[in-house]
């Protein structure tokens, strides 16, 4: 455990996410939650009662009240380029949410910004810190099918689409284990829900190497699924993460037999993720004190967002610039 000064930490956004961050920053030894900030008069009640902060109606307010080293954005997709550039304006380290923000051009710009200033700015990829895909990204040598799942009966996420929402996140697990730049994206999508954003996407990507991973993520599916499966030759390795805190690893070899291959199931163990968000947040705050190097550097984070981008341009043409898509794939 590292010894020194706490850090003092904010919130910004008190709303289902932003709780969970000030449940794992109370829990840190390393980090005094002195301040949290939300427009919304109930949540700042809950926050308050919660968590015994000084909770604010805007971020202005606090920065001008509460002395931060550094803060957690929260807020919804659409408000984290504002509120991160003000916290970096005011010399604060930031930890956003991911997506970072709802275009390439404003990521970069807080790219930019945070290095100009010599502070930390992070992106909340959370599953970077799941032990299941670390332990996958360890042993993946030569992947040639990717299939990723993540469906949810559950559109809380009104501001953007399932891609940015949820698709964002296997994107960044398969860019993390495939060295090798993208020659083709399609996509399929539906919306379903008001609001104009796509509820439902199926993508494929095909990389230079031949690799091809497919994503399929809905937020108005009858059931949750989140699994992703790993296919190399001679062995297939499929993780089931729906029963979150036990992640299941299930590893298939192919054996050669009279009657063609068959697959069989050579290992099936559970990883505890003991606390992902604890550990994210764990890591943002050694790289404030300790100046530890990033997992996951700003540079995975756009490729992560442009590839994201891209597919909703091609879903939605005119939702997107030009300039934000995957430059590989053009
Ligand atoms: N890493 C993950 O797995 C994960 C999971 C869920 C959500 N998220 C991300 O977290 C963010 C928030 O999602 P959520 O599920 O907590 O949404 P939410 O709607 O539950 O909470 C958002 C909160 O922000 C508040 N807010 C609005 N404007 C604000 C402002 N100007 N300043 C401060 N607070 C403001 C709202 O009142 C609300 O309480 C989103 O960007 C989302 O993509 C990430």
């Known amino acids: 455990m590292r010894s020194g000064p706490r850090i003092r930490v904010a919130v910004i956004g008190a709303g289902v996410m932003g709780r969970h961050h000030a449940h794992a920053y109370l829990s840190l030894p390393s980090a005094d939650l ?113 299939d990723a799942r993540r469906l949810t009966p559950h559109a809380r996420i009104r501001d953007v689409g399932v891609i940015l929402d949820l698709m964002i996140h296997d994107i960044d697990i398969v860019l993390g284990m495939v060295a090798s730049p993208i020659v083709s994206a399609d996509v399929a999508g539906h919306t379903i829900e008001p609001g104009g954003h796509e509820d439902v996407a199926a993508a494929q990507l095909t990389f230079e190497n031949g690799c091809v991973a497919r994503f399929l993520a809905s937020r108005v599916a009858p059931d949750a699924e989140r699994s992703l499966v790993v296919a190399e030759r001679g062995r297939t390795t499929r993780v089931d993460f729906l029963r979150e805190p036990q992640t299941e690893v299930a590893v298939y070899q192919a054996r050669r037999g009279g009657d063609g291959d068959t697959h069989v199931r050579t290992d099936r163990h559970v990883v505890h993720e003991d606390n992902p968000l604890r550990e994210e947040l764990e890591h943002f705050l050694d790289r404030i004190a300790l100046g530890a190097p990033p997992i996951g550097t700003l540079d995975d984070d756009l490729r992560s967002l442009r590839v994201a981008t891209d597919l909703i341009g091609r879903l939605r043409p005119g939702a997107v610039p030009e300039t934000e898509r995957a430059p590989q794939v053009h």
């Open 34 to 146: 002195v301040a949290m900030v939300d427009p919304d008069p109930n949540a700042r009640a809950v926050a308050m009662r919660t968590f015994g902060c000084p909770v604010y109606a805007d971020t202005h307010a606090m920065l001008a009240d509460a002395p931060v080293d550094a803060a957690s954005v929260v807020t919804p997709t659409s408000l984290h380029h504002g509120t991160t550039a003000d916290l970096l304006a005011a010399g604060v380290h930031a930890l956003v949410e991911k997506p970072v923000a709802t275009s390439v051009a404003e990521a970069t710009d807080l790219a930019e910004r945070s290095r100009a200033a010599g502070l930390v700015l992070q992106v909340g990829h959370i599953t970077r810190f799941y032990r299941a895909v670390r332990l996958l990204a360890d042993r993946v040598e030569d992947p040639y099918l990717f």
